[in-house]
């Protein structure tokens, strides 16, 4: 009985032989790091060229779905990102300068998230930003309002309260990247900082 058993399991052990042999031959570490760079380099390729249609931060209506689609797939367009800053919490030069930060990497955290053609066009004109103001809270969700009622993406920081304003004060306001007229639609009538 013990004879049989050794015979059965020497087919396995001969084939388990032979795939260690032909990945100890497959496996070297002059094969494995080009592979690896190659790999790499492949998979940011694919990554990147399409947008990811399964991943969404918004219930967008089918009307700004077609507007979103126009305005990224149109490669000639110069788009632009706004960053509102209300005038009324008094914040000093390097906070808003941080807040205004907060808002571009969250807007773009957001884009490649939901649309990555759209933040790689941005990307091929530059990453222009303009830095405006409003006066308060009210006309800062007007804003808002506005420019995602007409598909342009918006983000809004929403302070921690470790420094200068309370916690939860909506401090910046991101609109776009956009096409640079329907941005100014929005936002053209409001100061520079």
Known sequence: MVLSFLKASQPRDQQQKQKREWLGVSFKPENFFPGLVIGFI?????????????????????????RQLSVSSNGDQKLKMVLVVRQDLKMKSGKIASQCAHAATGMYAELMQSDRSL??????????????????????????????????????????????????????????PGPKAIVDSVTGKLPLL
Do not use: Y
Request: proline content about 4%.
């Open 42 to 66: 492949l998979g940011l390729l694919l990554d990147l060229s399409k947008p990811d249609k399964n991943l969404s931060t918004k219930n967008v209506s089918s009307s700004d779905k077609l």
């Open 119 to 176: 933040l790689r066009h941005w990307e091929h004109c530059g990453q222009p930003k303009i830095v405006l103001i409003c006066k308060n809270q009210q006309e800062m969700n007007k804003l808002r309002e506005v420019a995602e009622g007409i598909g342009l993406p918006t983000f809004v920081v929403s302070d921690a309260g470790r420094t200068q304003v309370s916690a939860g004060s909506k401090t910046v306001l991101a609109i776009g």
